[in-house]
């Protein structure tokens, strides 16, 4: 397969980890080759601050888990640290016998634009500019690269990490 | 007509809990009415032009998230608002009197709202229907509108997630008795431009 | 910006517009005409089902483009479901397709015990299939009596909301509550099922045959319903499959796929059921589909009821879950676990899963990333009518102001899981 960097199984899943400036030629290996028809999912994570000690999941001491405190639940080691800042996952899936499923993963940092699959899927449109829109994510030759959920002038990603929730502080009518 | 000294909004024939806690003295919201300068004055012709109203106000359609399914419940034969003279939903907003804003309102949505809201016609009611149109519900976040009232004036909050159909609908009976009883639309009491 | 290098079309004679295959686009003949009218379906109408917004060009009554505006309900549900404990994302599920509810509870759950790897007592799995089918019955009742109104079939309404509100006296008399039960607790069930329940179901599963035939009698050979439904929003199989359709859209299209019986998730694999598959690939199809698949649900349902197995309803992972309430007067233990689990809530292992069910609107998908900690990383949920809405432009060739709604209506989307 073209372009492969790693084979991850985990939970009965397969993730096939591919170099992202040979994405598109991945793609379409895996429809035309391997059969994988139907692009179930486009989903873009964020993982900024993934290894870093304040963020949920570090209970305990200040310097991290420790092994010895109850409360770490037999779930003793870090988080793998990533790469990269954003992970790019689409979930296909091959309509035949056997429902065989796959993960394709890219990684990219910010602002590093990725190949649009629309040409191979065209259901890869609107959920390419989800991941546009809310992750902040380029994508080179689709053809309609505009926002879809937020409003068109939005500014900012908002499922970034470093975006806040947002929302407002509530109000407790004893504190008047 | 301002509430009188001594008199309380049962007095005028508004049915609440109150009636079941008679020693409860005036409350916020009586108080308020009183203090409204701009009195409505309640006569006999303009009494029954309230119950007149009262007996079929008709909702636009503005659904749009969960509640709205428990909005579409009340028309159907089990909770039959239909009793009320409100099972002729308009889909346009000229034509309605209230406006049931079932669901969760975002940013994105807000102007429109604002608009189908400003295309009523005087005098238009607004009842917030469930907890994400009264105050944002479980999403305090960065699309979600807290609450509707921050853009349209609101007479009655229906709380729940989503209100029963019969909760919704002691919201309407509760707007209809504050109609009865002569209390403004919400408008004009926030003052609210509308 | 770079252009992707020219592919060949997925084959020839595809009906999905270019270059964008979500936007029919006017003709170059028609660009200059002084006789198209570009009209706004605007978030706020009564038969766009919710806030869906359609900017549709039209040539008379022909619609000649046509370009669907989301957003307007985008409530960052995945944003907030990061900031809650594991347990409290749960609640924020069914409010996503808040048609079909439960089916969105099921595949978070889903997704979070099969982070977890823990085993699901087989009362719970054989109940929330239970539940899962009751609540496609559900969702096919409301998109039978909207899609039916919208039609101008307006009795229709009536009386599928009436058995609808018979299948949410059920869900009320499990879980409490007529919608958003959050009955469905990460390893099994939150509470054991009430005795009454079992004969009130069953009772159901009696009266629903008959009021299906009452539907169909009502719509099925109307010449109306056939003029305005056959031959309306024609998609082709393969189209159907680019566009990553599924469900009752792309049954209709003649492709014979279900994922409760090519990947059997809960114990489906166990019962007796049918999925209807139509060629035709138009709006009667798809009604069709919906039809039949009511029928097969209650055979679910009715097969559920009788071998519903007895036992515990929950697993008995402690760390997971909440220990019954007599242990904690004598236990430390649970003491000690019910006080984590509901202050600071059980951890994950890190991971990341992709879970999927058939949804009565297709293939609902819930993608989970753990950090290892007590709340999720990302929740990303798959939802058919996003994907369904892409698919508008495709159906809409060829077709009058009247079919645009009869094929939006066909496409059963639920705005709260479009945007989220």
Redesign the interface.
Known sequence: MPGLVEVLE????T?LVVDTPRL?EAA?HLRDELGF?????I?A??YLG?DSKD?????GTPAGRDLNK??????Q????PKARRFSL?Y?L?G?RE??P?V?LQAWVDDGE?V??L??????A??HER?AWD?MGI?F??H??HR?????DDWEGH??RKD??????P?RFSGEE | MAIEEGKRLRDYGLQTERLLWPEKGPGVFEQEVAAIEQAVGLTTLAKAVAWAQTKSMWPDTFGLACCAIEMMSIVSSRYDIARFGMEAFRSSPRQADLLIVSGRVV??MAAPLRQVYDQMLEPKWVIAMGACASS?GM??????L?GVDKIVAVDVHVPGCPPRPEALMEGIVRLHEKVVAGVPPAYEIRGVSS | ???????PR?YEGSR?PS?????LELSNALRSSQDVLTVNFGPNHPSTHGVLRLVVDLHGEEVVGLAAV??YL?T?F???ME?KSWWKAITYAPRIDYVSFQNNELVFVLAVE??L?IDVPPRATWMRMLLAELNRIHSHLVWLGTAALELGAISMFWYCFRERDRILDLFELVAGFRMHTRYFQVGGLAEDIPPGFFDECAKFVELMPHAIDDYESLVDRNQIWLERTQGIGLLSRADA????QSGPVLRGSG?D?D?RR??PYLAYDQVDFRVPVYQEGDVYARYRVRMEEMRESVRIVDQALRRLPGGAWIADDR?VVLPPREELHTSMESL?HHF?IVT?G??V??????V?VESPRG?L?C?V?S?????P??V?F?APS??A??ATATCMRQALVADLIAIVGSLDTVMGEV??
């Open positions: 985990a939970h009965g899943e993730t598109l379409g028809d139907f692009l179930s999912d989903a994570t964020d993934w963020v949920s999941g570090y209970i109850p409360s770490t639940q037999g779930h080691r870090l988080p793998r996952s979930h899936l309509m056997g429902a499923r993960r634009p190949q649009s629309v040409s191979v899927w065209p259901t449109d609107w989800e809310l380029r080179d030759g053809p309609n926002r879809i959920l937020m409003d908002p499922l975006y806040p929730i947002g929302g407002e509530v | 940013h994105k944002g999403f305090n976040n960065y699309t979600t807290q | 910006m770079a252009l992707a290098p020219e592919r997925i999905i270059p964008i295959p979500s936007v989301v957003g985008h960052g995945e944003k907030n900031q099969k982070l790897q499959i680019a566009l990553g492709v796929w994922l090519a990947q760390k000690i984590k600071e059980f951890s292992p890190e991971g990341e899963v992709y999927t293939e998908g993608y990333v950090d290892g900690g007590p709340r990383w990302r990303k798959r996003f994907v809405l892409e945007d989220r």
